[in-house]
RNA sequence: GCCGGUGUAGCUUAGUGGUAAAGCACCACUUUCGUAAAGUGGGGAGCGACGGUUCGAUCCCGUCCACCGGCUCCA
């Protein structure tokens, strides 16, 4: 947990009191309604309820919101006390919810203590506004959802209602109006928009097809990928989509990982063949190919690999959750010796891409393992210890952030995932990165050494660009559709004024080699074709019309709006030449 | 997978128990324009799929599919 300033406690004490507040409208308006827990969160609060059969939506907000404004007029300070689990048996014995939280706070020898700011009992641990009337105004409730009882998809699944609420009415407006925002640069709007991507509900869910534009995206990463990648000793491999079942076996993969693996393909007879959901077998195969030296590690092969993962049907979104993937990946196979160094090596490449790329809000996530559910773990004691040292070890070396997550860890040891904000707030899980003391072993992956003994290489997982799926659909938004010029689909257009330009649009074309740029040789006026290219954030619009053709120039004009005046062609082949991601 | 919502031309949306409307896009013609939308005309959907109710369903009911907001999961 991060600590709170005292700013953000106060926050999180309106919110929570707000989310008091909700429930006791709730409870009000639908009489056998119960609520569970209603805590704050990062941008407002929730609350749960069990509506029995009664069935709300969204339309029901703006009436909840009304009886949430008349009944904050009735409370006051919220008077917190202990009482006996006893007395919290008799209070909230209409509330099974309640309930079964005092039994285990009781068990627990938990102090119980009730709240009431008005005519609304609660069970709380307190944390609250002292001044509702006047804290709790600027409130609004945004969805509905539902959500588990207690997170556990076991238990009944409650109806959850988000709101948000803040000090003060300007501040509650901007957090509505960055909502609008993160609505416009949602990756799925501006991917239909700027024809980059679609799914089709014939090929099946999860399943991106790449249109050209943003095809030309997805190369242009994966040739600069590849370029760095050479230049930090690299080597680029190619490895096939399907395997036999055998290899997953080996690496522990299957039977127990089995519902996230499309089902297996039964081609000759007893032999089964599934689509890889992830590329390091098929490295690790390579590294056993032949007899391994010392001398040759690390040993840093890559791919840009096809992967396919059966998730969820309810847990597919746009670009970000898919089913098939193209994961920028590579393993690196060194020695124990090596481990730190080299990883320190794959968290600065991370920062070298997140740098020129711009993205300056990330952190690193350290997934450990639940102590509570040791069974979901391979692997001994000592390997896991030893990875966590190594892996904290080269994270001290570099100065990122980083945040412990429990229950985040592979089942065959710790990792580091790359959190990367995009602008409109919100968060992705970018890149996973490993130390693996664990998968040498099982795949009896060795080198020779110095002293001509055999040893068991450590691998280094890591994956700086995640995949061209999820890191594309984060770039959208991060850029909100306006691409830097190397990445850009279009990076130029020619506007010819009147269809008289058209013959000089062209010549002017020819001398954009190199370039990707088009010319808007359509019957339209000149200030269409400027909206047009403007929407479609090219991010250069070469305008020719007579003056221009006169003097042999183009009048240059940028998405941002400015126009830069005529220039001659020499002048923008030196501003495209300078647009290259790390120039 | 689970809870709730949605599904009408390429896109954005309107609408009705009696075989569907508009804007943008597209096509044609006119216009030849100086930095964010010229004008006129035209073609295009049988209303996600399948069943049921009904004299008749895009509209009502059921099942399925997909999508959206979440939850759970996430190698």
């Not at 409870?27 to 029995?52: K, T």
């Not at 391979?378 to 001290?396: F, I, N, P, Q």
Request: aromatic fraction near 10%; proline fraction near 5%; hydrophobic fraction near 35%.
């Amino acid at each position: 947990m991060t600590t709170l300033s005292p700013d953000n406690q106060n926050l999180n004490n309106i919110r929570h009191s707000c989310a008091h507040l909700l429930a006791a409208a709730v409870l009000e308006l639908f009489p056998g309604a119960q609520n569970a827990i209603g805590p704050a969160i990062e941008n407002g609060f929730y609350q749960d309820f069990d509506f029995g059969a009664v069935r709300i939506s969204e339309e029901d907000l703006p009436e909840i919101e009304k009886k949430m404004q008349d009944l904050l007029q009735t409370w006051g300070p919220f008077a917190t006390k202990e009482v006996s689990v006893e007395q919290a048996r008799k209070d909230f014995a209409w509330n099974k919810y309640k309930l079964e939280l005092i039994e285990e706070f009781g068990k627990e020898g938990k102090k119980i203590t009730e709240n009431n700011p008005g005519n609304f009992l609660d069970l709380c641990k307190g944390g609250h506004s002292e001044n509702p009337k006047e804290e709790l105004k600027y409130f609004k409730l945004l969805s509905v959802a539902g959500a588990y009882w207690r997170g556990s998809e076991k238990n009944k699944m409650l109806t959850r209602i988000y709101g948000t609420c803040f000090p003060t009415q300007s501040q509650l407006d901007e957090y509505l109006k960055m909502l609008e925002e993160a609505k416009k640069r949602d990756h799925r709007k501006l991917g239909q928009e700027l024809e980059l991507f679609t799914i089709s509900e014939e090929i099946g869910p999860g399943l991106i097809l790449w249109l050209p534009k943003g095809n030309i995206i997805k190369e242009e990463l994966e040739k600069w990928a590849k370029e760095t990648e050479n230049k930090w000793d690299y080597q680029q491999v190619t490895t096939p989509h399907i395997t036999k079942s055998g290899l997953f076996y080996t690496s522990g993969h299957l039977p127990y990982y089995k519902t996230d693996m499309y089902p297996p393909m039964k081609l000759e007879e007893g032999e089964e063949y599934f689509l890889k959901p992830m590329n390091c077998p098929f490295h690790h195969m390579i590294f056993k190919y032949k007899p391994r030296s010392y001398k040759e590690l690390p040993l840093r092969l890559a791919e840009y690999g096809s992967v396919y993962r059966y998730e969820a049907s309810g847990e597919l979104f746009g670009l970000m959750r898919v089913r098939g993937m193209i994961q920028n990946d590579s393993h690196i196979y060194c020695s124990g010796d090596q481990a730190v160094d080299e990883f320190v090596k794959v968290m600065k490449l991370h920062e070298y891409y997140y740098q020129a790329l711009g993205i300056k809000e990330y952190h690193l996530e350290l997934g450990l393992r639940d102590p509570k559910k040791q069974d979901k773990y391979h692997g001994d004691e000592k390997m896991w210890v030893l990875a966590e040292k190594l892996m904290r070890e080269a994270v001290a070396k570099t100065k990122i952030k980083m945040v412990e997550s429990v229950g985040s860890a592979a089942f065959y040891g710790p990792k580091i995932d790359f959190i990367i904000r995009s602008s409109v707030g919100r968060e992705f899980a970018i890149s996973t990165n490993q130390v693996d003391l664990y998968m040498g072993g099982r795949f009896n992956l060795k080198y020779t050494d110095q002293n001509g003994k055999d040893q068991i290489p450590v691998i280094i997982h890591r994956a700086p660009l995640g995949s061209h799926e999820r890191f594309i659909g984060f770039l959208i938004e991060h850029f909100g559709g306006a691409f830097p010029v190397w990445l850009a689909p279009v990076q130029a257009i020619i506007i010819p004024i009147t269809e008289r330009n058209n013959e000089y649009a062209k010549k002017v074309m020819d001398e954009l080699v190199g370039i990707r740029a088009e010319i808007d040789s359509r019957g339209e006026t000149m200030q269409a074709k400027i909206r047009d290219a403007q929407l479609q954030k090219v991010p250069y619009m070469l305008i020719v019309g007579d003056r221009e053709e006169k003097e042999n120039k183009v009048a240059l004009r940028t998405r941002e709006g400015v126009d830069m005046g005529a220039i001659n062609m020499l002048e923008f082949l030196k501003i495209m030449r300078e647009a290259a991601p790390t120039g």
